[in-house]
């Protein structure tokens, strides 16, 4: 068993949202050519500069937001630095599951707990009751 003190499962730190942020980007600007060429001829042009000043109103609001710090495009590395440290180092074991009980977070007392050194037979507390009955006893 390592005894390091990197959790054995971390998948938070890879979760970046920058990806659906440019395919959200991609999307409105298809949107927005889409309708210039045809709502123009559909709508009338006033309110077509309508829907682009609410376009850009939205775009102007998330600047600020973003200037703010209200907004962030990236995981907050720094901030959580503590907590990483105090979970991490605890002797007992710690698993953090999503909504779907997937494992994204495990330090390795849990590991150990569980008796592996392999990420991938890591599992939610669940799994191990019903594959270890005595183990809910």
Same mark, same amino acid.
């Not at 376009?55 to 998330?62: E, L, M, P, Q, R």
């Not at 180092?89 to 849990?110: K, P």
């Not at 592996?116 to 006893?137: C, G, L, M």
């Given at each position: 068993?390592?005894?390091?003190? @990197?959790?054995?499962?971390?998948?938070?730190?890879?979760?970046?949202?920058?990806?659906?942020?440019?395919?959200?980007?991609?999307?409105?600007?298809?949107?927005?050519?889409?309708?210039?060429?045809?709502?123009? @001829?559909?709508?009338?042009?006033?309110?077509?500069?309508?829907?682009?000043?609410?376009?850009?109103?939205?775009?102007?609001?998330?600047?600020? %937001?973003?200037?703010?710090?209200?907004?962030?495009?990236?995981?907050?590395?720094?901030?959580?630095?503590?907590?990483?440290?105090?979970? %991490?180092?605890?002797?007992?074991?710690?698993?953090?599951?999503?909504?779907?009980?997937?494992?994204?977070?495990?330090?390795?007392?849990?590991?150990?707990?569980?008796?592996?050194?392999?990420?991938?037979?890591?599992?939610?507390?669940?799994?191990?009751?019903?594959?270890?009955?005595?183990? %809910?006893?």
């Amino acid at each position: 068993m390592d005894d390091g003190r @990197e959790p054995i499962v971390n998948t938070i730190e890879n979760s970046t949202g920058i990806g659906r942020f440019v395919l959200l980007g991609f999307f409105l600007f298809l949107g927005v050519a889409l309708l210039g060429i045809f709502g123009t @001829e559909t709508l009338g042009e006033p309110t077509f500069l309508a829907i682009l000043g609410v376009f850009a109103s939205v775009g102007i609001f998330f600047l600020f %937001s973003l200037a703010l710090g209200l907004v962030q495009l990236s995981s907050r590395k720094n901030a959580d630095d503590f907590t990483k440290l105090l979970i %991490s180092e605890m002797d007992a074991g710690v698993v953090v599951t999503d909504v779907d009980n997937r494992v994204l977070y495990a330090n390795q007392a849990y590991a150990g707990l569980l008796g592996t050194d392999d990420p991938a037979n890591i599992t939610n507390v669940e799994t191990t009751f019903a594959k270890h009955p005595e183990a %809910s006893e």
